[in-house]
């Protein structure tokens, strides 16, 4: 069965510090992966995704990912994170696009 | 362009009770998706529908019916409500399959007691 592991239910990080937000996935074939992000009381919004090339992706709000097959990983970095950057952070992980699994969410505080 | 609405935003449900959650969406999308999301947890699809007409579960589709009409219309029906489906309800969109982005809405909070 397919899943998605998000291991740190809470990261707190210092306004101005990088950030890695660790995602695993369970797939037998290649997946298709995503971050979201999700503001309180909002919907989530994409930061990036992966299909295919190359394995470092750049999103919005200055976030990347990269892809490692042999870890079965999909980590989102962030070389400096903004006070903005609170949030909850989702992986998600699909390969025919009618079914979605999403990781439990990663809280992200930022201490000024 | 709104995007994706939903309607109502909170609803307070008695056990038993039925009612109709409600999403459109204007950006003329084929694909659309009802989540819900629980306290601590990822969300989980409910249904979704592949365009007008099609619709299919996904991981946790008991206790809820879906319709697709037009493209636009995408509800949700709860018929019993249970406490079980207390929840945070999201509805999403996309052009196509896979690769491309959704566009979720701003949720409905349901409340079963």
């Known amino acids: 069965a397919q899943s998605v592991t998000q291991p740190d239910i809470h990261i707190t990080v210092s306004e101005g510090a990088s950030l890695e937000l660790r995602c695993n996935y369970s797939?037998?074939?290649?997946?298709?992966l995503f971050w979201y992000v999700q503001s309180p009381g909002q919907g989530l919004q994409l930061l990036l995704k992966?299909?295919?090339?190359?394995?470092l992706v750049q999103g919005i709000k200055g976030f990347e990912a990269e892809f490692k097959r042999s870890q079965s990983s999909f980590n989102l970095r962030k070389p400096s994170v903004h006070w903005s950057d609170a949030a909850e952070y989702f992986c998600?992980?699909?390969?025919?696009?009618?079914?979605?699994?999403f990781g439990t969410g990663t809280s992200l505080t930022v201490i000024p | 362009n709104a995007g994706v609405t939903q309607t109502p935003k909170f609803r307070i449900l008695k056990i038993g009770q039925s009612m109709t959650l409600q999403c459109t969406q204007d950006?003329?999308?084929?694909?659309m998706y009802w989540y819900r999301q629980d306290p601590g947890m990822g969300l989980k699809l409910i249904y979704y529908s592949v365009g007008a007409g099609i619709t299919d579960k996904g991981e946790v589709p008991n206790g809820y019916n879906v319709s697709r009409s037009t493209t636009e219309d995408f509800p949700l029906r709860l018929e019993l409500a249970a406490p079980s489906q207390t929840s945070v309800y999201f509805c999403?969109?996309?052009?196509?399959?896979?690769?491309?982005?959704?566009?979720f809405g701003p949720g409905t909070r349901l409340t079963v007691l």
């Open positions: 999403a969109s996309s052009y196509d399959v896979a690769r491309d982005t959704q566009y």
């Open positions: 992966y299909f295919s090339g190359d394995t």
């Open positions: 797939y037998g074939a290649t997946p298709y």
């Open positions: 998600a992980v699909t390969n025919t696009g009618n079914q979605f699994y």
């Open positions: 950006m003329n999308h084929n694909y």
